[in-house]
């Protein structure tokens, strides 16, 4: 069974930081798609970043984090990692990492409201509260 684990959510103040992990036990990451997704209370899950699994590893990034959040991957670790920084309280949500083939392109994946379509496996999510 593919098992992803995202974690290092928890509870923080607005303006402060948190570094979500997104880790594969059974799966190697590198040549996938990885996307962070969230879904806030009562709220649909939304795209928020992806790092693209070709090799010019590109990365996307939702208009409400752009400049806020950075996503790396650390292929040694058989991680990827999602800096967040400067958070808000609309950023509280249960964060989710996902793996997509890497024919799929970040804007495809992370930018529409189909995203299920392309993602091949989800892992559990980690919850992110930040407090006003």
């Known amino acids: 069974e593919v098992q992803l684990q995202a974690s290092g959510g928890g509870l923080v103040q607005a303006g402060e930081s948190l570094r979500l992990s997104c880790s594969g036990s059974?799966?190697?990451?590198?040549?996938?798609?990885i996307g962070w997704f969230r879904q806030a209370p009562g709220k649909e899950r939304e795209g928020v970043s992806c790092?693209?699994?070709?090799?010019?590893?590109?990365?996307y990034y939702e208009y409400s984090v752009k400049g806020r959040f950075t996503i790396s991957s650390d292929n040694a670790k058989n991680t990827v990692y999602l800096q967040m920084n400067s958070l808000k309280p609309e950023d509280t949500a249960v964060y989710y990492c996902?793996?997509?083939?890497?024919?799929?392109?970040?804007?495809?994946?992370?930018?529409?409201?189909?995203?299920?379509?392309?993602?091949?496996?989800w892992g559990k999510g980690t919850l992110v509260t930040v407090s006003s």
């Open positions: 996902a793996a997509t083939p890497s024919i799929y392109d970040c804007l495809t994946v992370v930018g529409g409201t189909d995203f299920f379509v392309y993602v091949a496996y």
């Open positions: 790092i693209s699994g070709s090799s010019d590893g590109s990365t």
């Open positions: 059974t799966l190697t990451l590198e040549g996938w798609g």
